[in-house]
């Protein structure tokens, strides 16, 4: 009888877990039915983009210029809490440096995360008012054993128009993780 009650409890809690696994990687991903849920790209995001090199870097105690070398841009990214699958929001380099960015979300499916494609153009009157660049990225796995990971969308991104004797075309990849 102790048995079954230990092999009863055992289910009941290992269903509970995966229950509660599913659930939270679900919500992740954007398919809950809260406003917060439904973009989940909503918040403030510190904005990393990498030059796209094959070179390792070394040992960056010794030499961390060329780990510095490969970042190509830094900003905060302001996604607002749209309700329909539309992205509004802005890439702030510095206080009038301000990129406008507009785009698309695609929500996640069983088989796949939550995907973005953003068109981020200059604002006008602004040092940025020539940078037009096209982002398009996906929320990086919510781990189920993860400790203290954030949310985080990887991606690479374009520069559409040529601008400062840089020739349209470039790519590099980029990270943005989630602030609190």
């Known amino acids: ?20 696994f599913f659930l939270r990687a679900g919500s992740a991903r954007g ?6 849920s439904n ?20 040992d960056v105690g010794k030499d961390p210029s060329k780990l510095v070398a490969m970042l190509f841009a830094e900003a905060k990214w ?8 539309s992205l509004k929001g802005e890439l702030q380099f510095g206080p ?9 979300i695609a929500p996640a499916t069983s088989t796949s995360p939550a995907r973005v494609h953003i068109n981020g153009k200059g604002r006008a009157g ?7 660049y096209d982002y398009d990225g996906s929320l990086a796995l919510t781990w189920p054993n993860g400790v203290n990971q954030r949310a985080a969308i990887v991606g690479s991104v374009i520069r559409v128009r040529p601008h400062d ?7 590099a990849s980029f990270i943005a993780v989630k602030q609190d």
């Open 126 to 132: 602004t040092s940025t008012e020539h940078l037009f």
């Open 165 to 171: 004797n840089s020739p349209a075309g470039y790519v």
């Open 39 to 58: 973009n989940p790209f909503a918040g403030s995001w510190t904005y990393r983009s990498f030059r796209n090199t094959p070179d390792p870097v070394g």
């Open 96 to 104: 009038d440096d301000i990129m406008d960015l507009t785009g698309v």
């Open 1 to 20: 009888m102790r048995n079954s009650i230990r092999i009863a409890i055992w289910f009941t809690l290992l269903f509970a877990a995966t229950t509660g």
């Open 31 to 36: 398919n809950g039915n809260s406003a917060a």
């Open 78 to 85: 302001v996604i607002q809490n749209t309700a329909d699958n």
